[in-house]
């Protein structure tokens, strides 16, 4: 696999990540216990730290990018594999 492959695989594992991730950890005002601010969502989180946000996703994104290679280089899972229509790939 070239790495500019790698790279562009890796970027797409990430944004994935981003919206698995997003909604962990996040607790409200109200949650909180603290006052609500008029002009803002209820839902909306009371501190939102955009540093732990990025690390668990990338912490995320490199653990499915990671079982992604491993399954290139070691060849687990197959197109093959996943062909359930009962006609074989003709090379």
């Given at each position: 696999?070239?790495?500019?492959s790698a790279l562009a695989?890796?970027?797409?594992?990430?944004?994935?990540?981003?919206?698995?991730?997003?909604?962990?950890?996040?607790?409200?005002?109200?949650?909180?216990?603290?006052?609500?601010?008029?002009?803002?969502?209820?839902?909306?989180?009371?501190?939102?730290?955009?540093?732990?946000?990025?690390?668990?996703?990338?912490?995320?994104?490199?653990?499915?990018?990671?079982?992604?290679?491993?399954?290139?280089?070691?060849?687990?899972?197959?197109?093959?594999?996943?062909?359930?229509?009962?006609?074989?790939?003709?090379?």
């Amino acid at each position: 696999m070239h790495w500019t492959s790698a790279l562009a695989i890796y970027v797409l594992f990430w944004f994935l990540a981003v919206f698995l991730v997003l909604p962990f950890g996040v607790r409200t005002t109200h949650e909180v216990g603290a006052e609500h601010i008029p002009g803002t969502a209820e839902s909306a989180p009371h501190v939102f730290l955009i540093g732990r946000f990025f690390l668990r996703t990338t912490i995320v994104a490199t653990m499915m990018f990671g079982l992604f290679y491993l399954n290139y280089v070691y060849g687990w899972i197959t197109a093959d594999m996943l062909d359930w229509s009962g006609v074989s790939r003709g090379v």
